[in-house]
């Protein structure tokens, strides 16, 4: 064989990765640890699972496990996994390469602040380089379970910008990855805190972690598992404390921070399996950054051996925050995500998950609402989606929804449906929202002005999603949900029809002038019911797109027809006056078009011709 021995360069981004990662992460570098004992299981579990079509891949060695070792003299940490190993072409894909997109995105997540990024890095699969945080030189031999023994790989980086390979033999499948530690991190040679850390990190990999007792500070005698090594999830709940829950979601879910909530059952009937479903604390960014369709944190289990991450069968988009397990009794072993999409089996644990998640949901905003809060705060919006992709669970889904309202004061202070209802004023039938592009801007809605003197509460809403997703809503406890620029306003309902004739009819002549005046820029004016203090704002008709919603879709490149507004005036307002009374054409123009400009601007609005709105304006305030 010819070439068998030969250098590459690391792919440019994996050289950035390997640089912030060695430098960034400095401050967590025990993560090294956990990120090659998780390669190294799940490795064992790939294993696991070829060889229910290939038993002879076991051949022999049918107890799969991790072994740590250290050498003091030589400076040395092993890990020793008889797993799958990999072929010469996965070492260049898995470990050279960006093949796999995490690297990409990993770099534009990234932070800069230690804590937030160290979690990332386990999320976006790029855990191998982590043991540079450590090591000056690493030395990784594997070879594939289905490879003879010629065909074994080495691998070695300093880590820098190249890695060489060569191909030797190697009598035993699975991979052996030598960290060289830089020598101030000698601390790592100690069999004492190897061991504190797997029990920290790893202790629930669900395959035994073997390490020696330590003599002389030197590895000594048989190799014995240190981990629990037992899927925590199989285990009796009254035999798991607090912190077995927190520990396995950290190990398994690549994350330093407690999950919010989780919950564990075991379902037995005519399919039997078992869920443990976490709440996380903060956005996982994997789950979230990769959108609707990419979900990572459900692993689907069948009778303890391990399937598939991210079976996005098993939950909603609107739930794709939860991490966890599935395992399931009686799915096949073989299942295939294409199984997976048209099963009876599937579509009633998927049920399951959803009801197990709600339920945990409502607990929590029962029993902790600052912990519901922070839900909020991060998923929020996620399960926002919820109301339009889940109408049998609408209702559920609606009333665990948070917004913030005129009587709450701040963008957090959130009130729910619930709470809206139940405080609703004597004759008022419903619930009024206003959206916005931001807190501020619903919270100084000039639409929402007439409500709030009345003492009318009134929801801001500000997120994008907000629109959407009322759209599918349309009504809490049998209470619609109104926009208050939309359609015909009535605080009142009705009860003060008899004022509102007498200020339309004084209005009229105003209203007239002004629809002269402003002729095709407005599809209507009138006089306004909503207004207190300011002199305009823009209103739509009932199933208008809110302005603010067309202005968001253009930008994002779609051809949104635009719906011209009607222009609604506050008859009592000064200005409104001074158009009234104004006789020169001229100046009477420039103050039409300046109540229209202020309308559109209150409401969040560019203007078409900003240069004009200010020579219009300065005219004006000179008297010109
Ligand atoms: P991730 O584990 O999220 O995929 P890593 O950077 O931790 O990302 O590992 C990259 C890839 O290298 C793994 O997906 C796997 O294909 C391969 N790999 C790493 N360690 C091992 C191992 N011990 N045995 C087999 N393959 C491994
Ligand atoms: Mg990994």
Same mark, same amino acid.
Request: some cysteine.
């Given at each position: ?148 023994? /010629?065909?074994?790989? @080495?691998?070695?980086? $300093?880590?820098? *910008?190249?890695?060489?390979? #060569?191909?030797? =033999? %190697? ?34 990999? /669900?395959?035994?972690? @073997?390490?020696?007792? $330590?003599?002389? *500070?030197?590895?000594?005698? #048989?190799?014995? =598992? %240190? ?38 059952? @075991? ?169 916005a592009d931001?807190?501020a801007a619903?919270?100084g809605s000039p639409q929402?002005e ?35 620029a ?20 004084a209005a009229a002549g105003v209203v007239d002038k002004l629809k002269q005046s402003l002729g095709e820029r407005v599809r209507d004016v009138r006089v306004s019911?909503r207004l207190t203090d300011s002199p305009a704002c823009l209103v ?7 302005l603010h919603?067309?202005r ?10 635009a719906?011209q507004p009607v222009l609604e005036v506050n008859s009592a307002h000064a200005l409104v006056r001074r158009f009234e009374g104004e006789t020169d054409p001229g100046r009477a123009a420039d103050l039409a078009v300046l109540l229209l400009d202020q309308a559109q601007l209150a409401g969040g609005g560019a203007l078409e011709d900003p240069a004009a709105f200010v020579q219009r304006l300065n005219r004006v305030i000179l008297g010109g």
């Amino acid at each position: 064989m010819t070439a068998t021995a030969e250098t590459r360069r690391f792919e440019a981004e994996v050289a950035q990765v390997l640089h912030l990662v060695t430098h960034s992460l400095y401050s967590h570098k025990d993560i090294f640890l956990r990120e090659l004992i998780s390669n190294a299981s799940d490795a064992l579990d790939k294993l696991r699972f070829e060889s229910l079509a290939r038993p002879e891949l076991l051949a022999g060695d049918a107890d799969l496990h991790v072994d740590l070792s250290w050498d003091p003299d030589a400076g040395t940490l092993t890990l020793t996994d008889n797993g799958i190993g990999m072929s010469r072409e996965e070492v260049i894909d898995n470990i050279g390469t960006i093949a796999r997109s995490g690297t990409r995105r990993f770099l534009d997540a990234l932070s800069g602040d230690a804590r937030k990024d160290s979690r990332l890095i386990g999320q976006f699969g790029v855990g191998f380089y982590s043991a540079f945080i450590v090591a000056d030189k690493v030395t990784l031999t594997t070879r594939r379970a289905d490879a003879s023994e /010629a065909d074994g790989v @080495r691998w070695e980086s $300093s880590g820098t *910008g190249e890695y060489s390979l #060569e191909t030797l =033999a %190697v009598p035993e499948r699975g991979t052996r990855i030598v960290l060289h530690l830089k020598s101030d991190e000698r601390e790592f040679l100690d069999g004492w805190k190897l061991r504190d850390l797997i029990a920290r990190y790893s202790d629930h990999v /669900a395959f035994p972690i @073997r390490m020696q007792a $330590s003599k002389d *500070g030197k590895p000594d005698g #048989e190799f014995e =598992a %240190v981990n629990q090594a037992s899927a925590l999830w199989m285990r009796p709940k009254s035999e798991l404390t607090d912190a077995d829950y927190q520990a396995f979601y950290k190990s398994f879910g690549h994350d330093f921070n407690d999950p919010l909530a989780w919950t564990h059952n @075991r379902v037995e009937g005519n399919q039997s399996y078992t869920l443990l479903l976490y709440v996380p604390g903060a956005q996982p960014f994997d789950a979230m950054l990769g959108g609707r369709d990419e979900r990572k944190g459900l692993k689907l289990y069948v009778r303890r051996v391990y399937i598939m991450d991210g079976a996005e069968q098993l939950l909603p988009p609107w739930l794709r925050f939860v991490r966890g397990v599935v395992d399931s009794d009686d799915l096949p072993l073989n299942v295939s995500r294409e199984l997976l999409q048209d099963n009876r089996l599937v579509s009633q644990i998927r049920a399951a998950c959803i009801k197990r998640v709600l339920d945990l949901l409502e607990k929590l905003a029962k029993d902790d609402p600052a912990k519901f809060a922070q839900f909020t705060r991060e998923f929020g919006n996620v399960l926002k989606e919820g109301i339009a992709d889940d109408p049998a669970n609408r209702e559920r889904i609606a009333k665990l929804l948070r917004f913030a309202s005129t009587h709450g004061d701040g963008a957090d202070k959130t009130v729910s449906l619930e709470d809206y209802v139940g405080r609703m004023q004597a004759g008022q039938d419903v619930i009024w929202y206003v959206t916005a592009d931001s807190f501020a801007a619903a919270k100084g809605s000039p639409q929402i002005e007439a409500l709030k003197a009345r003492g009318v509460e009134v929801l801001l809403m500000f997120e994008r999603i907000d629109e959407w997703m009322i759209g599918y809503l349309g009504e809490f406890a049998g209470k619609k949900l109104r926009h208050v620029a939309k359609g015909q306003f009535d605080a009142a309902g009705g009860a003060d029809a008899e004022q509102r004739r007498q200020v339309e009819e004084a209005a009229a002549g105003v209203v007239d002038k002004l629809k002269q005046s402003l002729g095709e820029r407005v599809r209507d004016v009138r006089v306004s019911h909503r207004l207190t203090d300011s002199p305009a704002c823009l209103v739509l008709d009932e199933h208008d797109m809110a302005l603010h919603m067309q202005r968001l879709l253009r930008e994002a490149g779609h051809d949104v027809p635009a719906s011209q507004p009607v222009l609604e005036v506050n008859s009592a307002h000064a200005l409104v006056r001074r158009f009234e009374g104004e006789t020169d054409p001229g100046r009477a123009a420039d103050l039409a078009v300046l109540l229209l400009d202020q309308a559109q601007l209150a409401g969040g609005g560019a203007l078409e011709d900003p240069a004009a709105f200010v020579q219009r304006l300065n005219r004006v305030i000179l008297g010109g």
